[in-house]
């Protein structure tokens, strides 16, 4: 079983995918929209969910490196607050798994203004590990689910302190692969982290990876549900297979 499947499973068991029972149970998600699934990585707080978050993350990025996806790096940095244990966790199960030993980095949501921050440079004041920092140094990002992406911009203004440095791509755990806005010709929030900034992301799991997997559990409502969102939605759309399967068009 790859760590795809393992994941997946993981989020199932400690609840932190959820999926509605019918259309009057639906989830709000930040953005207002009613949603028939809802993912949350804060739910993963035990130390099995910790053990396979750091395998699944490492995984992840070593294979986007592989692919060409992502960019070598040294540094992993995650946006405060969730971030913070996603970056430590990445880097143990990369030195764990691969002998690639990174450091890592995270932002305080408070500029720190009292010991060493006060001899420090700009950015060790807002950022943890800022003082480890070699210049030219490429940052791999690393988060949780991605539907619009701001929390991702905060953080790229405070790693801008950092001066010299490149992005060598971003992991989450769930691409939700929503369209930003309704109008036509909206993108999602991964396209739009690589149009604008040249970030491409890697997802551990996206949503449809998640229909893929879970096809044959599904009951026939809420697998309509899922390809109803996504025509209204999507920045794919699901179809359901003749065989019942799922396929997918770029939106």
């Given at each position: ?7 997946l499973?993981?989020?199932l ?5 959820k999926?509605?029972k ?20 804060g739910a ?25 996806v992502?960019n ?11 971030g ?11 030195y ?25 440079t ?28 701001q ?9 801008k ?7 060598a ?9 929503e ?38 559990t599904?009951?026939p409502?809420?697998r ?28």
């Amino acid at each position: 079983m790859n760590y795809k499947h393992e994941f997946l499973n993981l989020l199932l068991k400690k609840d932190a995918f959820k999926i509605a029972k019918d259309a009057g149970s639906f989830f709000k998600l930040k953005s207002g929209r009613m949603s028939p699934t809802f993912a949350s990585i804060g739910a993963l707080t035990d130390g099995e969910s910790l053990a396979m978050m750091k395998k699944a993350y490492s995984e992840a990025a070593m294979d986007g490196v592989r692919d060409g996806v992502l960019n070598d790096f040294q540094y992993v940095f995650g946006p405060a607050y969730k971030g913070i244990n996603l970056c430590a966790l990445t880097c143990e199960g990369l030195y764990e798994q691969f002998g690639k030993n990174t450091s890592y980095l995270y932002d305080r949501k408070e500029e720190k203004t009292y010991g060493e921050a006060t001899q420090g440079t700009d950015a060790s004041k807002v950022i943890v590990g800022a003082e480890k920092f070699t210049p030219g140094g490429s940052i791999l990002l690393v988060d949780d689910v991605i539907t619009t992406g701001q929390a991702k911009y905060e953080a790229l203004d405070k790693i801008k302190l950092l001066g010299n440095y490149t992005i060598a791509g971003m992991v989450i755990a769930v691409d939700r692969q929503e369209l930003l806005g309704d109008a036509a010709g909206s993108i999602s929030a991964v396209q739009t982290l690589e149009q604008e900034f040249g970030i491409k992301t890697v997802a551990i799991l996206t949503m449809h990876d998640i229909f893929a997997l879970m096809q044959d559990t599904l009951a026939p409502d809420v697998r309509w549900a899922w390809v109803a969102y996504y025509e209204q939605y999507g920045a794919v759309r699901m179809q359901q297979t003749g065989d019942g399967g799922w396929g997918t068009d770029d939106g």
